[in-house]
Structures are given as structure tokens and as C-alpha cells.
């Protein structure tokens, strides 16, 4: 059996020991609060701990009646909710990069903006996005039209990581190296691009590991305000209401939205396997 496949297995076992692992201890948590008594830190029963396989068993159920399976309304408001914080991820990254590089040959232009753009993260997202949606909704054209400001939220919680891990590595190339490309009478796009930002791609990435998860997260926030229901956000403020009565629906919803964040961290852990050969920690 060829050596990477033999990862691939050894991999998904893990994976599956570990979740295995996880809803053994939240049925022990659960039979241990039950049997005792114990209402601290809250009191458990079939509404705030639904059992594992009632969770499970939602997933093939349909949420009302003459609709579809639960996973199937699920896995179509997945992907509308991931075109939103693939927009979102794409359109924060960018903007990020840019403002690291701006940053990085301006120490005037670091030093009057970088206050506000940290500033701008204090701010609770929840009371920013019905802004947004007024702002942006009504101007975007086309495909972008309803669901454009709920990309711009996602880029929102993108931009600030990867904005400060672009300056700290662009900063962090060798004193050495750009003293040689400085003899050699180096162009300042030529240090940037042949030196400089090669030199940050392990910050880079760490930045949007991060932001993988943050432009999820934001896209499902900026649904609530937007009052779109094609999405994940839609569908958890629905299965909140119901809470008291089937709240399976609610944490089938979440274990959901949990995948996806973990779908778009792959991806960007991939594609730093293919770009950078050496891990972040190891250069840091």
C-alpha cells in the first residue's frame, strides 16, 4: 500500500476515535448531570443536551411536514452561505495584503491609520452589519444583489489578521538579503516581490487560517440583519424558535456550520502545503 495512502487512512481513523471520543464524554457529561441531579453550570436534560443520536437522527427527518430531509435544506443553505464567505474570505485577504504593503513602505501611513483599524475591531460586528446591509445592498448590481453586504461583513472580520501578519512578515526577511538586493540596485517592486513577500507567506497563511474561519462566521452573522433566509444564519434564527421543542434542528444547524469552517480551514491548510514547504512555527 503506497505510503500516502496509508497516511490517508491513519488520518481518518484518528479523525474517527476522536469524534468517536467526543460524543462518548458529552453521553457520560450528560448521564452524570442527569443521574446526580447537578444543575451546575446548567441543568441538563433532553433540551440543552440533546443525546448524540437524536442529533444524528434529525439529520435524516424532515424539519416540517411535506419538506425535505433535514441534511438536504441543510446542504443547499451551506452553500449559499459559503459563496458568501468565499466572497467575503477572497475580498479581506486582498484588501488585508494591500494595507500590509502599504504599511510596510510607510511608516507615516502605519502610524496615522493603523489605530483606527484596530479600533475598528473593538466594535461589536452585530451592531456594524444592519449598517452594511444599508449601505451596501442597495448599490450592488446582478449576482452580488441581497447578499453583496453580507460578503462585505465576512471581509470585515478577514481583513484586520491578515493586514497585521502581511506587515510582521514583510518586516521579516532577512537584514542580509536586502542588504545584497540593495548592491545589486534592486528596485523596491523587485525586493517586494522577490524577496519580501516570499519571506511573509508563512505569516500570510497563518493569517488566513484564521480568517478561513472568521469570513464563515461573519457571513452567517450578516445573514441575521440582511433577513435572508438562504443561508445558514436564516435557518438558525427559524430552529430557534423551536428550540424548546426540537432543538436537535437547532444543533443539527450548528454541527453544520461547524463543517464548513472546517472545510474552508483545510483548504487554506492545503494550499499552504503547496505553496510553503516549511510550517509558520519553524520560521516564526
Do not use: C
Amino acid at each position: 500500500m503506497p505510503a500516502s495512502l496509508l497516511r490517508a487512512v491513519r488520518r481518518s481513523l484518528e479523525v474517527g476515535a476522536v469524534l468517536l471520543a467526543l460524543a462518548g464524554l458529552w453521553e457520560l457529561y450528560r448521564w452524570s448531570w442527569t443521574t446526580a441531579g447537578w444543575t451546575w453550570p446548567f441543568a441538563v436534560d433532553s433540551t440543552s443536551m440533546p443525546h448524540v443520536w437524536t442529533i444524528l437522527k434529525a439529520f435524516g427527518q424532515p424539519a416540517q411536514v411535506n419538506q425535505p430531509a433535514l441534511i438536504t435544506i441543510l446542504f443547499h443553505k451551506s452553500l449559499f452561505t459559503a459563496k458568501e464567505a468565499v466572497v467575503g474570505f477572497a475580498l479581506g485577504a486582498v484588501v488585508g495584503f494591500a494595507l500590509g504593503i502599504l504599511f510596510a513602505h510607510s511608516r507615516l501611513l502605519q502610524r496615522g491609520v493603523m489605530p483606527y483599524i484596530v479600533a475598528s475591531q473593538t466594535i461589536p460586528i452585530l451592531a456594524i452589519a444592519p449598517m452594511v446591509v444599508v449601505w451596501v445592498n442597495p448599490k450592488l448590481p446582478g449576482p452580488f444583489q441581497g447578499w453583496g453586504s453580507v460578503a462585505v461583513i465576512a471581509a470585515y472580520l478577514t481583513f484586520f489578521p491578515v493586514t497585521i501578519n502581511t506587515l510582521r512578515g514583510l518586516h521579516s526577511a532577512d537584514a542580509r538579503a536586502l542588504e545584497l538586493m540593495r548592491t545589486y540596485a534592486a528596485s523596491a517592486w523587485t525586493v517586494l516581490w522577490k524577496l519580501r513577500v516570499p519571506a511573509s507567506l508563512p505569516y500570510v497563511f497563518s493569517a488566513l487560517r484564521l480568517a478561513a474561519t472568521a469570513s464563515v462566521v461573519g457571513a452567517i452573522i450578516g445573514e441575521l440583519p440582511s433577513g435572508l433566509q438562504s443561508g445558514l444564519g436564516g435557518a438558525i434564527l427559524n430552529f430557534n424558535q423551536y428550540y424548546s421543542i426540537e432543538p436537535q434542528e437547532l444543533w443539527a444547524t450548528n454541527i453544520v456550520a461547524a463543517l464548513v469552517g472546517i472545510l474552508f480551514f483545510s483548504v487554506v491548510v492545503a494550499t499552504e502545503k503547496a505553496i510553503v514547504r516549511r510550517a509558520p512555527e519553524n520560521v516564526a
